[in-house]
Each structure stands twice: as structure tokens, then as C-alpha cells.
């Protein structure tokens, strides 16, 4: 279920940052076109007051499994990153997925024909001049990330809670000799891929920054999970904003 949103404004008294909790922002409605003729439905959140430092370029869990943008971590990121970090934040709901924000064309692909989900989501971001993209996965869309990240241009990519059940040795592979760096949050009690499988399976990656999460579960729920996992995100892409605040508008001095 999600969480009623209640807009904060910088002219209120402080206030604990927290679970349904959206913090100002320029929230614009978008769609994205994919190369196959579909209509994806989306947001763009971006700094209120600055230009944004980095992108991040989300892509939800599983579907078919309930995953969509509005899945609680990118949901609460692109709530909270644009003003405590100054970070744009794309979300999209990739073929078939269904939101409150609308449902995109198409039917679930399988993870292979979100290959021109991918697509879309940086040719937009392309054509937006959206600085340093880099990709989020969760999930399912981490996945995608290790898939098809590669053929776009982009500053970095992270992981979380990746299950590792589409993405081939070959496709992982890949990530050893390019640029971008890769992070891969594992959490200690995950459903799919806890921190020992995760060591053996990323083995081949020497250059990932891995990181276990004690205590972390599949689906991060809770303040204290959405919090490691929103200033690990941002310790990486942007160290000038981490450690993140906990109120609103921050204590400064």
C-alpha cells in the first residue's frame, strides 16, 4: 500500500523525514517512446531552486510481483533526493506496469524486450540534457541494469537486492572492462541472493563494490532500511550531500 504523501514546504517548522513525507521538488508528468512503438508513463523529479548535479534513471522490481515506479525506495527517493541531495530522479513504468500515475503500452517482456524500455528512458534523458546519468535498479531491475546498461552512456550503475536470475555470466562479464562503476547493496536476509552467494557469484567482477547490508531484507522496508539504502545511493553519487539529514528543512550550525 502506499503511503498518503504529504507535501513539506521550507517555510514550515521542521519536520522528522519519514514515510510518506515528500519533500519540495519540480515534479513534471512524462512519457517516454520506445523504439517500438509503445507509450511508457513516468515522472521526472528535479532540485527546486538548482540545477540537479546527477541523474538517477530508476528501474522498478518485478511486475508481475507488484513492482512498479511507485515501489516504496524510488518512490521515496524521488520524494526525498531532489531537495537533501540535489539529484534528478526518473521513474518510469516499463511495458504493461500499471501506477496511479497510468498504465505504460505493452505486456511484460521477460526482461527482454525492456531492453527498448531502457532505451527510452535514456534517450530521454539524452535529449533532456539531464547531467551524469546513472542507472537504480531494484530487483528485477537490476537486471536490466547488468543486461543493457552497458549500451548507453552512463556515469555508474547500482544494484539493489539483485537476484541475479536473468543476467547470464557473459552479461556480467561485460561489466569487468568498463568504465562505469558498479555497486551492489546485499542484503544480509534476502529472498533471492544473501551476501555468501553473492560473493561467489560476483566473483568474477573484482572492480563491483559490494556492499552487505546487516539486518537488510529483499524489499528494504521500514525507515531505518529506506534510510541505508538512500544514503548509500547517495554516498555514491553524490559524497558532497551523504550522510543525508533526517529532518526537514535540515539543522544547520
Known sequence: MLEDRK????????VEIRAGVELPAIREEIELH???????VGELATPEQRAPVATLVTLHPLPTAGGFMDSHILRKAAARLPALADLAVLRFNTRGTSSPRGTSDGEFGHGIEERADVAAAMSFVEQRHLPHPWLLGWSFGTELVLKYGLEHRIDGAILLSPPLHRTSEAELHKWN?????????????DDYLRPAEAAVRFAALPKIRRIDVAGGRHLWVGEAQT???LDEIVATVNPAASPLPTTWPAATG
Open 177 to 189: 572492462d568498463a568504465a562505469p562503476p558498479l555497486v551492489a547493496l546485499i542484503p544480509e536476509h
Open 227 to 229: 534510510r541505508r539504502v
Open 7 to 14: 507535501p513539506v514546504s521550507d517555510n514550515e517548522a521542521p
Open 34 to 40: 520506445t523504439n517500438d512503438g509503445l507509450t511508457l
